[in-house]
Structures are given as C-alpha cells and as structure tokens.
C-alpha cells in the first residue's frame, strides 16, 4: 500500500491507491484508516455525488418530518441515548 503525501494550504492531501480508492468509494459509511500497527489514526468519509434535485431533497425532508410527526426528540433525550452507548 502506497500513500502519497501533499501539503497545499492548510490541507494535507494523501492519494489513495486504485483498490483503496475503490474500496472507500463503494463504502455505505466512513472508513477507519489505521497505522502499521493497526491503531486507528482517522476516518475518511466517502463523497457522495448526487443526482437528486432540490425539490426531492426537500420531499424527503419532509417525508422524513413526517414519518418523525413532526415532534423530533428533545436534545436531553439525545444526550442520555448517547451516553448510555458511550459513557464519557
């Protein structure tokens, strides 16, 4: 596995291999990046292009609101969820 580095401005830009490129493209979620080691050192998420409009954008927010009716979760409950699954 080969990675090349580039500095430009404040951003470091790493070139992926053909497989590794292949690999985080066809992700449905972010990719753990690990050293030598196996220590993770990061998370690529991969970039989703998209042919939807705005307007079926906006259908599936609301689609969504609705499925949700219209109530959301109050923040604390949020929280309490999070930190039931990772305790700080």
Partial sequence: MVAYLKRTFDMTIITLSDDQARILAGSPSPVIVMDPQGRPVGQIAPVRSTSRSEEEEIAEAK????????QGRELRDIIQDLRRIAPP
């Fill in 63 to 70: 689609r969504r609101m609705a499925d949700d009716n219209g």
